[in-house]
């Protein structure tokens, strides 16, 4: 209930101090995926695609904020053992954008940087599931409220075994290259 209170107090604060406000809805389509594993493994993925949310703001003429959320449909990848794992991530995310060039065109270009927390689910993997760190960052324009974005970014999970013989934790970094495509509404 304090997340959710302090999120809200956030939005208010952050939403009546910028110029503008706008609703993104977007499609995700992750191009090249791999896992690296603690214990020094490096898995290659399948691509995925996905959905997201971002509610936006503008500081000044240059800079401006995200609040956003992004659900991944599950994927799947292939262990060396053979076993076929499904799994999705959803992290929730704060961005920072960056304007650095006047519009030409219709087009506006930008730079963006994302964090946040990622919430993972999964099939298989361990006795206790945690998601972990989410950051990205990548570029970006705007033509005429259409948005396409480039992102590379990290989502960090940790799995817990419990015994035989003992407890056993490995974490994991999925890493992804992914372009979005959304819409942005008005508020």
Known sequence: MKRILFTALAVAFISGSAHALYLVPKFVADYHTNVYWSNGLKEENRAGLGIGLDLRGEFSKYFGWGLGAQYNFPRGWVHKDGKNTKFSMSPIYASLFFYPLETFLDVHPYLRGNIG????????????????LY?????????????????????????????????????AEYKTFSFYFGYRFSL
Do not use: C, H, M
């Open 135 to 171: 950051y990205g960052g990548g570029l970006g324009f705007e033509y005429r409220k259409v948005i396409f974005e480039f992102i590379a970014a990290s989502y960090k999970q940790k799995f817990d075994y419990i015994g035989p013989p003992a407890q056993n934790s490995i974490e």
């Open 117 to 132: 927390y990622s919430v993972l689910s999964t099939n298989q993997l361990g006795d206790s599931v945690k998601g972990g």
